[in-house]
């Protein structure tokens, strides 16, 4: 989820895989109420950001119909 993409911070996720594809403009990312306008390209990046990170490899899949 968004929410999960901005919040939680995980070792070790060699995989992400994108059900759909954010849209844009999207409100509130975090849940948290606090009117943040993301883009859709920003969110993506956070969430295929869960992966490959501190120099480990990883893939990111996206489904797009």
Not at 3 to 14: K, S, T
Not at 24 to 37: F, L, R
Not at 45 to 50: A, D, K, L
């Amino acid at each position: 989820t968004d929410v999960g993409a901005r919040g939680l911070d995980m070792d070790g996720v060699g995989m992400v895989i994108n059900w759909d594809l954010p849209r844009n403009p999207k409100e509130d990312a975090t849940g948290g109420g606090n009117d943040i306008i993301t883009t859709a390209e920003e969110t993506y990046i956070h969430r295929v950001g869960r992966t490959a990170r501190m120099g480990r490899g990883g893939v990111a899949i996206s489904f797009v119909t």
